[in-house]
Structures are given as C-alpha cells and as structure tokens.
C-alpha cells in the first residue's frame, strides 16, 4: 500500500523498525548478588588508564549521535579531560545509571539494493552517543578480560 503522507510514513518506519530490532528480554537474573562474581567481572572504580584505551579505540569520521559529540573532539582532549570523564564514567557505574541522551539514538535508514519503496530493501542503523560508546568500551573491555579468564 502506497502510503502518501509524511505522518503515515514514519508510523510505518517505526513500526518496521520496532519489528526488525526489538527482540526478546534476556532471562538472566543479573540482579542477584552473587552474579558480578559468577562471572569474575571487575566492578571497581573506573580507571583513567580504562578510559584513554577507550577514547584511542573510537573510529574517527564516523557520524555522532544526538548529543553532536564527535570522536575527535575527546580524542584531542588532554588530561584533564580524561580524569574528568573518569569520574564521570564512574559516577554512573557506581549509581547504575547513565543519562538519558546516552540511552537514546537516532535510527537513520539506508537503501539496500532493490525496489525503495518496500520497508525490507532498506536497513537501520543506530547513531549513539560517543561519550556513551566509549563508556561501554571500557565495559566491555571488562567482560572480554573476565571471559578469557575463564577459558
């Protein structure tokens, strides 16, 4: 069905885009108390040499997220910089919570090969904050150095 209006169009991308993305809740109980140790995860303070290996690791010339922070602006930033986002970072890793725009993203869609005006011939990517990624980049450094531990 053609669909003619800007409003009928984007309650369609949403719609397209919740089915393709959304996918079932984990089972995992990673509220119990014991689960940080189960896995040997280090859940101490955030170190400053954690966030310059996260900060170096983030792709330059790569879109930004909603906040328009780009990769190269914190990777230019001194020291000071650093520590500052060191203690930022673990402020919410201490609190269990990160800020809103850091839990958002802006979908943007893409052409594929094929006929346009099918949902399916096009795909999504999320644009995320940088800030937030390298966030997670010092997380999920975490998780690998306790996964290789076990093995």
């Known amino acids: ?22 996918q079932p809740a984990t089972t995992y109980n990673f509220e119990a108390e014991n689960a940080q140790h189960e896995f040997g995860v280090n ?9 310059k290996i996260a900060i170096k690791s983030l792709k330059n010339n790569k879109a930004t997220g909603l906040d328009e ?3 190269e602006l914190l990777k230019h930033g001194d020291q000071p910089q650093v520590e500052e986002f060191t203690a930022l ?3 919410w890793w201490q609190s269990g919570t990160v800020p809103e725009d850091w839990r958002k993203g802006a979908i943007v869609k893409l052409p594929k090969k094929g006929k346009t ?3 399916t011939n096009w795909r999504g990517i999320t644009l995320l904050s940088v800030p937030g990624k390298a966030l997670c980049i010092v997380l999920l450094r975490r998780l690998r150095s306790a996964f290789d531990q076990r093995l």
Not at 7 to 15: D, G, H, S
């Open 117 to 119: 005006s099918e949902c």
């Open 43 to 51: 859940t101490g303070r955030i170190t400053i040499e954690e966030v």
């Open 89 to 91: 970072f673990n402020k």
């Open 1 to 22: 069905m053609l669909l003619i209006t800007q409003v009928e169009q984007n309650k369609r991308w949403a719609e397209h885009f919740q089915e393709t993305f959304n």
């Open 69 to 71: 922070i780009p990769a």
